[in-house]
């Protein structure tokens, strides 16, 4: 998995393979787990369950990695998403930001950009 930190957007980009999304997810689904990364700005992925109200993904500078906390539902709808990337047969890319009334992303929740493993922009199809 390859993590960058774009701190000037305050958004954090994250590239796997659909294991290491899938790891992911089922680190969400545990409420707690730490995932290492090798490439990238950041080293790894915290994942810390709480009580809520929904999820807050926030950057530990000392430590560069990302932490999400957030309450179980939040975090299933996190980890839901995570595996539809994964499994994502066009590839493509799915945007996390927060805005007021947001399902699951709570307040000041940095944002998320999650590619496909098959690339961050969908794949065209020639037509017969």
Known sequence: MKLSWYSGYGE??????AEELTALAVALDAGEGHLTVEEGELTGVEVIGTGGPGVVIRVDAGRRLPVVLGDADGRELLAEGLRDMASADDGGHWH???????AW???GSVALVVNSPLG?????????
């Open 12 to 17: 954090v980009d994250v590239k796997g393979t």
């Open 96 to 102: 996390i930001d927060y805005h007021p009334g947001h």
């Open 105 to 107: 992303l709570a307040e």
């Open 120 to 128: 961050g922009m969908p794949l065209r199809r020639k037509r017969s």
